[in-house]
């Protein structure tokens, strides 16, 4: 069986990105954050830590992939947009950020920006 590829349609990867080499006008997502809770949520199990100590774990949020438009960088906070044109601020220090290709993050972002056709009726 052949299967046909359409030539155009490149995959491209995320790059993980350091704080210091993020610029404006950058598309980025955030590929897993690190939380933070306290141990005595951990009663039932058999770790015995002290309950001031935190337990870390990694954690990957369920928006991981939209792009969002770098507005301004003060690290450790990076300042981002998203298609709907929210302002949030990204914490370096507890989420790992990738940079996205630029050409497959713009045709994204328009396309999430497009407002949703009605069906008539």
Same mark, same amino acid.
């Given at each position: 069986?052949?299967?046909?590829?359409?030539?155009?349609? /490149? %995959?491209? +990867?995320?790059? &993980?990105?350091?704080?210091? /080499?993020? =610029?404006?006008?950058?598309?980025?997502?955030?590929?897993?954050?690190?939380? #933070?809770?306290?141990?005595?949520?951990?009663?039932?199990?058999?770790?015995?830590?002290?309950?001031?100590?935190?337990?870390?774990? =990694?954690?990957?949020? *369920? /928006? %991981?992939?939209?792009?969002?438009?770098?507005?301004?960088?003060?690290?450790?906070?990076?300042? +981002? #947009?998203? /298609?709907?044109?929210?302002?949030? %601020?990204?914490?370096?220090?507890?989420?790992?950020?990738?940079?996205?290709? *630029?050409?497959?993050? =713009?045709? +994204?972002?328009? &396309?999430?920006?497009?407002?949703?056709? &009605?069906?008539? =009726?």
């Amino acid at each position: 069986m052949k299967a046909a590829c359409q030539s155009g349609n /490149d %995959t491209t +990867v995320a790059a &993980r990105v350091a704080g210091e /080499d993020i =610029r404006c006008g950058d598309f980025v997502t955030v590929l897993n954050e690190l939380v #933070e809770l306290p141990s005595y949520l951990w009663s039932c199990s058999s770790l015995s830590l002290p309950p001031e100590d935190p337990i870390r774990f =990694r954690y990957i949020p *369920h /928006d %991981t992939g939209s792009p969002m438009k770098v507005v301004g960088v003060c690290l450790p906070f990076v300042y +981002v #947009e998203s /298609d709907r044109g929210a302002v949030s %601020t990204l914490d370096t220090r507890l989420k790992q950020i990738v940079r996205l290709d *630029h050409k497959c993050a =713009r045709k +994204v972002w328009k &396309r999430l920006q497009a407002k949703p056709k &009605r069906k008539k =009726r």
